[in-house]
């Protein structure tokens, strides 16, 4: 890889464990909403973690197949 695709694809990466991150922010919330019986609010906020986590898991699987080493590329997985 060049240089120029290695920076991409370490911004990419980056991008991930934020949405990764958000998605457990988000899946906390749901679990708060149902509680308190917001149980429109809670399915909403259960979406927008599933979609967090499934953008996270697609760049990780892409940067993996492209065979993209880093050291974050760990923690990457952990999270999901």
């Known amino acids: 890889m060049t240089k120029g695709e290695l920076k991409k694809c370490e911004g990419l990466m980056y991008d991930a464990i934020r949405k990764a991150n958000n998605s457990k922010e988000y899946h906390t919330a749901y679990e708060r909403l149902l509680k308190e019986d917001k149980n429109i609010d809670a399915k909403c906020k259960?979406?927008?973690?599933?979609?967090?986590?499934?953008?996270?898991?697609?760049?990780?699987?892409?940067?993996?197949?492209?065979?993209?080493?880093?050291?974050?590329?760990?923690?990457l997985g952990d999270l999901l």
């Open 46 to 75: 259960l979406r927008v973690a599933d979609q967090e986590i499934g953008y996270a898991e697609g760049i990780y699987q892409a940067l993996a197949v492209l065979g993209f080493k880093h050291d974050d590329m760990k923690t």
